[in-house]
């Protein structure tokens, strides 16, 4: 080749090298939002968790910024997934508990909302929802393709979610046979194959804007974990355990129960098992940022659902699951609403960093909506902290943040500058509990200060009586 002509085309090469990396600079970002399921606060290396490694994510906590007060939308899946899609706490989000519909799916949210995904979609953005929905069943207002996504892979109902060898999953309208598996053989492990999906989506869409979420299953419900070598490892490190028998119908076979939970000889190892596969599943995804030239043009968040639970044999106590805090899921202390969240976007929010700011899932939707320039809903009752993200612009702040929980015979929260009035048994006045914290000087909340404070009780008590609109479906009172 002579050459002046070799000459030509490095000098060509460059130049579209060099165009290609400032249009990835002047595109919109990529926006990934990765929600584990049940992790608790102390579930994570980089906050003290000293069984179980989680590298990757405490990568993201280094190179990102972490929210320490950041809370999730309910203490249970449905309504805090339906609080983080609408921007709507549970006194106004339409789905404010778990609601089972048979035989499969849950109380579906209208289609009528203007949700996170539909802003993303008005913004130009490939939308894609792998893992567990639970917000309504195929077909009905509550399908994923009703609320925003173009592409769905993984569990509709949060119900079949318990099982992590299912005999199928939804991909979009279409019922999808795993392998092997028929509720009595298990052998394709479901969150790897959704993992599969999920890292195919990015691929496919490497050359548009799009928002992926990622409500991965793991640790939810049953202990299950492939025999690898990350099972290995812990089955090592705890040795022999007590085994966890299951009820009638937990077992996979004939008799077995879909919401129930297996049998395992090491609770322990497996739990441990799965929460590092999340971890690897995140460390997945951020090598294949990284292998397509993304990373730099793609925000990550990780957080949790809500706070650490307690079934299938897990040893929340063992672990120190919920750390610091009081409580678990279904529970209104922080244990059970007090979530761990990261955010990385390299070049905008400052790696390492730390920010105090109050904020909760339903904030999320005006956070996005300002960042792609589009218009929030009217009404609803989040507030962006994309200042906060950013480091500049003055930050508005919540007055209070609300919480109620349906089961259980009802529970209600609410937390102002600090202080935090926790109801419990609401259905049942005879049976009512109020009990009010600092959370400034007793983050555990081990102090009722109730009675001492009766001023502060009737402040926060009218704040929980305006916060609550009644809803036909989920009632607290009998007349509403």
């Not at 290396?45 to 999730?72: C, K, V």
């Not at 709507?88 to 009528?112: I, S």
Request: aromatic residues 12%; charged residues 20%.
């Amino acid at each position: 080749m002579p050459f002046r002509l070799l000459i030509i085309l490095i000098l060509l090469v460059s130049f579209s090298c060099n165009n290609a990396e400032e249009k990835s600079n002047d595109s919109p970002p990529n926006v990934i939002f990765i929600l584990a399921d049940d992790l608790g606060y102390g579930d994570l290396g980089f906050l003290g968790q000293s069984y179980i490694e989680t590298p990757n994510i405490d990568r993201l906590a280094r190179e990102g910024m972490f929210f320490t007060n950041h809370y999730s939308g309910a203490p249970v899946c449905a309504p805090s997934r339906s609080a983080l899609i609408t921007g709507l706490h549970t006194g106004h989000t339409p789905v404010r508990g778990n609601f089972e519909v048979q035989p499969e799916g849950q109380y579906p949210m209208p289609d009528t909302l203007l949700t996170l995904s539909k802003i993303f979609q008005q913004a130009g953005y490939v939308t894609g929802a792998f893992g567990k929905w639970g917000l309504g069943f195929v077909g009905t207002s509550g399908d994923p393709s009703k609320q925003g996504f173009e592409q769905f892979y993984g569990y509709n109902c949060q119900r079949y979610a318990h099982r992590y060898y299912p005999a199928y999953l939804w991909e979009n309208q279409t019922k999808v046979n795993l392998p092997g598996n028929d509720w009595t053989n298990k052998v394709t492990y479901a969150p790897d194959l959704i993992q599969e999906k999920t890292l195919a989506f990015i691929e496919a869409n490497q050359n548009n804007p799009f928002f992926l979420f990622m409500p991965i299953v793991m640790p939810h419900a049953e202990l299950a974990a492939p025999d690898d070598a990350i099972f290995q490892k812990y089955r090592a490190k705890f040795g022999e355990e007590k085994a966890h028998i299951a009820p009638k119908g937990g077992d996979y076979g004939p008799d077995m129960l879909i919401p129930g939970y297996q049998s395992t000889d090491h609770p322990r190892a497996t739990f441990a098992a799965m929460v590092e596969r999340t971890d690897r599943y995140v460390g997945e995804v951020m090598a294949k940022l990284e292998e397509l030239g993304l990373s730099k043009n793609t925000i990550v968040i990780f957080t949790s659902d809500n706070g650490a639970h307690f079934e299938g044999g897990t040893d929340y106590d063992f672990f120190d699951s919920n750390g610091p805090f009081r409580g678990l899921k279904r529970d209104l202390y922080e244990g059970g609403i007090h979530v761990p969240m990261i955010v990385k976007w390299p070049g905008k929010v400052k790696a390492g960093s730390q920010s105090d700011h109050v904020s909760a899932f339903w904030d999320w939707l005006p956070t996005f909506a300002e960042m792609l320039g589009e218009k929030s809903p009217e009404g609803i009752d989040g507030i962006s902290f994309l200042p906060s993200l950013l480091g500049k612009g003055k930050q508005s702040k919540h007055d209070h943040l609300y919480w109620e929980f349906h089961e259980l015979g009802g529970r209600q929260a609410v937390l102002k500058d600090g202080w935090k009035l926790v109801k419990y048994q609401v259905k049942e006045p005879a049976k009512l509990t109020v009990e009010l914290f600092d959370l400034s000087s007793d983050p555990a909340e081990s102090k009722n200060l109730a009675s001492e404070n009766p001023q502060k009780v009737a402040e926060l008590e009218k704040l929980i009586q305006e916060a609550h609109m009644p809803n036909p479906v989920f009632r607290f009172f009998t007349r509403q």
